[in-house]
């Protein structure tokens, strides 16, 4: 089945710099990749995707980009800002996965922003 | 609002003590999922609901149940809970495939098995 490393588990960043979390798939199928935050005490919630037939994507200051010839993608933070502290999933989903009802979610990177 | 609730937020509980975690959606989504996620592992699948009276596995089902009589509710029971089963749990609501479509999670339950 479907595997998904996520790297660093923890990121601690100066406010104004950038943060990057990385992750990698195993299962070349996969065609949806989502990324959550999670913020203290509440449940994920989603800031940004990427579908396999794009490379990248941006909002503002968030970004996603996937190469999909390594199976990795990364979420590409700039300008960070206090209210980026959270823990950020990534996930992968594959239509093989009981018929894509199933998201594999990464570990989780705790990302710090100093002040 | 749209929003996923779930009661209680917080539990403490013995081994052997039946209990029901209960989930709630007001979007009219089809798709249901409960979670848990335990340090170092993410978040992993339990059970998935695409419909009333659908369910399935997920990738960690031993232990729990699932029910699904009315689509707004989706509660997760555990007849007979272990230490093992001492966990943040959270529920999640989609339109579409939960694979596919963005995941509404409710704000979690902490439970502690003693």
């Known amino acids: 089945g479907e595997n998904v490393e996520q790297h660093p588990s923890t990121l601690s960043v100066q406010e104004g710099d950038s943060a990057v979390i990385k992750c990698t798939y195993s299962d070349s199928a996969s065609n949806y990749f989502p990324w959550y935050k999670q913020e203290l005490g509440k449940g994920p919630q989603l800031i940004i995707d990427i579908r396999s037939n794009v490379g990248e994507k941006k909002d503002q200051r968030i970004a996603v980009t996937l190469n999909k010839t390594a199976k990795h993608f990364s979420l590409h933070i700039t300008e960070t800002q206090p209210e980026d502290s959270a823990v950020y999933f990534c996930a992968a989903s594959s239509p093989g996965f009981q018929g894509a009802q199933k998201l594999v979610f990464g570990q989780g990177t705790r990302l710090t922003i100093n002040p | 609002e749209a929003q996923v609730t779930q009661n209680p937020r917080y539990l403490i509980t013995v081994t052997g003590k039946k209990l029901t975690v209960t989930c709630s959606q007001n979007?009219?989504?089809?798709?249901m999922s409960w979670y848990r996620q335990d340090p170092g592992l993410g978040l992993r699948q339990i059970y998935y609901?695409?419909?009333?009276?659908?369910?399935d596995k997920g990738d960690v089902p031993e232990g729990y149940k699932v029910s699904r009589k009315e689509k707004r509710n989706f509660p997760l029971i555990l007849e007979s809970p272990s230490p093992n089963q001492t966990s943040l749990y959270f529920c999640a609501s989609s339109w579409g495939r939960m694979g596919y479509n963005e995941q509404f999670f409710g704000p979690g339950t902490r439970l502690t098995v003693l």
């Open positions: 609901s695409m419909n009333v009276e659908v369910t």
């Open positions: 979007m009219n989504h089809e798709y």
